[in-house]
């Protein structure tokens, strides 16, 4: 919980810096500007990228930027320090921040995923492979304290195997970097999401050998969230930004997979539609996303058991202090 400690303190000394550095007011077009910090640009978050594409948030009346911040302590950062009005990452940084003692702290207002969107990827195929072939291996895994990782030791414990003491992972590379790290170094396997999973079979680099998101079950993986201040004069933005991911979610549920890629392909303009396609498939059949946007206590309880069974929690702290359902279940109505 230092690091956390210290990313807050850096986050206030630069909210400080960038006090009234926000856009206000609407634009000529009566669209009001909002700043969204993602913490990874993927296909994982179709939804998303679904509703922008088909002008959702602009129906909402919201002209939206979209920034991507790698990692859930950098779009915290980012959120605490008002360089973006809402941030979306695993919720475990809007309790690390609220554990921290920040007054303004942020609020979840919608979830958008149920299961984690990362998969193991070994050197080559292993048709039976069980968790146990990871112990006395090497594993690119990733930052102490964030969702991808805790999910991963969530696993490995649900198989009897201790993350210290089985088996190496590697926390030392930079979120976003495994992938080129795994085609050069000499580890065992990755935790990738995608593309990366996918690319790393395209070029021959490895193969997927398990998905996460299927072998922990169903966790409150990314929601979105606001400082408490924001939501004060706010609301019809958030509630408007609500209607418009809902809409999005909506659309990802309804149609093909070759449909949902052809809608999200220019945010992945590095990525051809049949790799796009193959990946929409591949978070569809293992039910990524939900039906709604409302981020149920059961599952906030769920993802306060992973936090303290990692230690990066000694207590709970109150749902509804950090929950609201108000505007998701607002949005599921319509």
């Keep these: 919980m230092k690091r956390i400690a210290a990313l807050l303190t850096a986050a206030m000394v630069l909210a400080a810096s960038l006090a009234g550095c926000q856009p206000k007011g609407n634009t000529a077009g009566g669209q009001t500007p909002v700043t969204l910090n993602e913490v990874a640009h993927s296909i994982f978050y179709a939804p998303q990228y679904a509703a922008y594409e088909l002008g959702y948030f602009k129906e909402e009346g919201i002209d939206l930027t979209i920034v991507t911040g790698f990692g859930a302590d950098k779009?915290?950062?980012?959120l605490v320090a008002g360089?973006?009005?809402i941030?979306?990452?695993g919720?475990?940084?809007?309790?690390y921040t609220y554990v921290n003692g920040a007054e303004d702290y942020a609020v979840n207002f919608a979830q958008l995923t149920q299961r984690a969107g990362n998969f193991l990827v070994a050197r080559e195929a292993q048709p039976d492979f069980q968790w146990s072939d990871l112990k006395g291996k090497t594993v690119l895994g990733g930052r102490a304290g964030g969702m991808p990782e805790m999910v991963f030791e969530y696993i490995l414990k649900k198989n009897n195997i201790d993350p210290?003491?089985?088996l190496s992972i590697d926390q030392s590379i930079d979120f976003g970097l495994t992938a080129a790290a795994f085609s050069s170094n000499d580890a065992d396997y990755t935790v990738e999401f995608e593309p990366h999973a996918t690319a790393l079979e395209m070029?021959?680099?490895?193969?997927?050998?398990?998905s996460l998101g299927v072998d922990s079950g169903y966790v409150p993986y990314t929601a979105y969230c606001a400082k408490q201040s924001y939501f004060k004069g706010h609301e019809d933005i958030i509630q408007g930004f609500t209607n418009a991911i809902q809409k999005g979610m909506d659309y990802v549920n309804s149609h093909s997979a070759a449909e949902v890629a052809k809608t999200i392909q220019p945010q992945f303009p590095e990525t051809d539609l049949e790799t796009i396609t193959k990946i929409v498939e591949r978070y569809q059949e293992q039910d990524t996303w939900k039906e709604d946007t409302v981020f149920q206590e059961d599952s906030f309880n769920l993802l306060q058991n992973i936090l303290m069974e990692a230690g990066e929690l000694e207590e709970k702290v109150p749902y509804d202090k950090l929950v609201t359902t108000v505007y998701s279940e607002k949005a599921a109505e319509e």
Excluded: L
């Design 75 to 78: 779009v915290m950062t980012a």
């Design 164 to 166: 210290q003491a089985d």
């Design 91 to 95: 919720s475990e940084a809007s309790i």
């Design 83 to 85: 360089e973006a009005d």
């Design 87 to 89: 941030g979306f990452m």
């Design 203 to 210: 070029e021959g680099n490895g193969v997927v050998v398990a």
